[in-house]
Structures are given as structure tokens and as C-alpha cells.
């Protein structure tokens, strides 16, 4: 979870945030097993409510370029936590099985840096775990106060990991996509539609059902057109 959703009071059992874990484990099982001696990088951890997850998989190390925020995280959740730039990761090259970098990238004014930093971590064969937000056509005001630099196309992110061996990259989260266009438009900053679905134990529930047959389709190697999301993982 953002910092910033952790001071506006979100919870981790927002359908958004259990659905994503479990989209996490099914894309960290395509590139590490599980119980391995693998090494990970968590970029960007925020609350790191995704630690549960990587923990199955080896040993974390926890970054973020916030000190506060890193201080929400327990030490006996991580190998490691350290306040970092993703521009310039103090890990020496090939020093990683696998980097998660969950809604991550969009904060970073140079964003193609914070990849290319990425790829040098990872060792052969190793993979970067991620999470955008989807549709450039969607940046708005909301974006703005979350501290996004941009929002994402589908071929424009796949430009930037030309250097990677492969790339996969699948559109996430497609049933609230015309809601958050909508209520986000009328008016600007607020996201209303976090606060409706909050009030609302059964819808958030029906909408984690969903996202869970999102994330079913994307482990049998489908996906939808749209989404507010893209997720992806890109191979050293």
C-alpha cells in the first residue's frame, strides 16, 4: 500500500490491495519457486503489505526513498530495509533473483533510469515484478495528487524494457475502469470511488471476486483489453 493511502486510512482489505497480492504470487511463480534461496527486491514498499507474499519466495530486501514509511515496516518482516533512490540502488550489479516494483515506476520522473537500475541488479535470468497505472488518457488531477508523473500505454511501457530478454505485460482491474473515469472526472483530487466502495463491504467483496478471475485469466496466460492497471513481468 502507498503511504499516502495509509494516511488517508485504507485498509489492506481493500478489494485492490488482497487481490493484488495474490496477482503477485501468481506472477512471482512464473520466474522464482517457491521456499527458494532467492534473493528480492521490494522497490518502493510502502506499507508493504505485499511481504507476506515474497517471503514465500526467499529473502526480502525492503527500499523505499521514504524514511517514514520504511519505519512501518517491522524488521522481522525483511532481510534488509533502506532508504534508497530507485535511480541509484546501492545493490551491486546482478545482486537479485527478482525485483517487485508495485505501482512504483509512475512516481519517478526518470523512470527509464529507475528500469535500466533494475536490470542491472538482477542477475541472468532474473525478473522484474510490476504494477502501472494504465491509460494516459485517464491522468488527471487524482494522479496528480498521488504524486504520479504519468500514467501508462501499453506499447509505450513495453519501448521501454527493450533491453530485456522478454516482457510481459496484460491489462488489470477492467470492471471499475468506466466507475473511476467517471467519478474521478467529477471531481478532481478525490477518489470517490475508493470512498463508495469502502462503505460498501459487498461490493468490495464482489469486486475482489472479480479481480480474482482477472488474475485466474492472466495465469492461464489471458487478459482483458482495458484496465486501470497494466501489470508485467520483464525478464533479465
Same mark, same amino acid.
Given at each position: 500500500?502507498?503511504?499516502?493511502?495509509?494516511?488517508?486510512?485504507?485498509?489492506?482489505?481493500?478489494?485492490?490491495?488482497?487481490?493484488?497480492?495474490?496477482?503477485?504470487?501468481?506472477?512471482?511463480?512464473?520466474?522464482?519457486?517457491?521456499?527458494?534461496?532467492?534473493?528480492?527486491? /521490494?522497490?518502493?514498499?510502502?506499507?508493504?503489505?505485499?511481504?507476506?507474499?515474497?517471503?514465500?519466495?526467499?529473502?526480502?530486501?525492503?527500499?523505499?526513498?521514504?524514511?517514514?514509511?520504511?519505519?512501518?515496516?517491522?524488521? /522481522?518482516?525483511?532481510?534488509?530495509?533502506?532508504?534508497?533512490?530507485? /535511480?541509484?540502488?546501492?545493490?551491486?550489479?546482478?545482486?537479485?533473483?527478482?525485483?517487485?516494483?508495485?505501482?512504483?515506476?509512475?512516481?519517478?520522473?526518470?523512470?527509464?533510469?529507475?528500469?535500466?537500475?533494475?536490470?542491472?541488479?538482477?542477475?541472468?535470468?532474473?525478473?522484474?515484478?510490476?504494477?502501472?497505472?494504465?491509460?494516459?488518457?485517464?491522468?488527471?488531477?487524482?494522479?496528480?495528487?498521488?504524486?504520479? /508523473?504519468?500514467?501508462?500505454?501499453?506499447?509505450?511501457?513495453?519501448?521501454?524494457?527493450?533491453?530485456?530478454?522478454?516482457?510481459?505485460?496484460?491489462?488489470?482491474?477492467?470492471?471499475?475502469?468506466?466507475?473511476?473515469?467517471?467519478?474521478?472526472?467529477?471531481?478532481?483530487?478525490?477518489?470517490?470511488?475508493?470512498?463508495?466502495?469502502?462503505?460498501?463491504?459487498?461490493?468490495?467483496?464482489?469486486?475482489?471476486?472479480?479481480?480474482?478471475?482477472?488474475?485466474?485469466?492472466?495465469?492461464?496466460?489471458?487478459?482483458?483489453?482495458?484496465?486501470?492497471?497494466?501489470?508485467?513481468?520483464?525478464?533479465?
Amino acid at each position: 500500500m502507498d503511504f499516502r493511502d495509509h494516511l488517508a486510512g485504507q485498509k489492506e482489505d481493500y478489494f485492490w490491495f488482497k487481490a493484488k497480492n495474490q496477482l503477485v504470487d501468481i506472477l512471482l511463480e512464473r520466474i522464482l519457486p517457491k521456499s527458494g534461496p532467492a534473493r528480492i527486491l /521490494c522497490l518502493g514498499v510502502g506499507t508493504g503489505g505485499e511481504l507476506d507474499v515474497l517471503k514465500q519466495y526467499g529473502q526480502v530486501w525492503a527500499v523505499d526513498i521514504s524514511q517514514e514509511t520504511l519505519a512501518l515496516i517491522p524488521g /522481522c518482516q525483511v532481510h534488509q530495509k533502506l532508504q534508497a533512490d530507485a /535511480c541509484a540502488l546501492p545493490f551491486a550489479s546482478g545482486f537479485f533473483d527478482a525485483v517487485v516494483a508495485l505501482d512504483v515506476l509512475e512516481h519517478i520522473p526518470d523512470d527509464i533510469l529507475a528500469i535500466s537500475e533494475c536490470h542491472r541488479v538482477l542477475k541472468p535470468g532474473g525478473g522484474l515484478v510490476m504494477t502501472v497505472p494504465a491509460h494516459a488518457w485517464l491522468f488527471g488531477e487524482h494522479d496528480k495528487a498521488l504524486g504520479h /508523473c504519468r500514467r501508462y500505454n501499453r506499447c509505450e511501457l513495453g519501448a521501454r524494457f527493450n533491453a530485456w530478454r522478454s516482457v510481459s505485460l496484460a491489462y488489470w482491474n477492467a470492471l471499475t475502469l468506466l466507475p473511476a473515469l467517471f467519478l474521478r472526472r467529477s471531481k478532481p483530487a478525490e477518489d470517490k470511488l475508493t470512498a463508495w466502495v469502502n462503505g460498501h463491504a459487498r461490493l468490495n467483496r464482489l469486486l475482489c471476486r472479480f479481480l480474482y478471475w482477472e488474475n485466474w485469466l492472466i495465469k492461464k496466460g489471458h487478459g482483458l483489453p482495458v484496465g486501470l492497471s497494466l501489470v508485467g513481468v520483464c525478464c533479465k
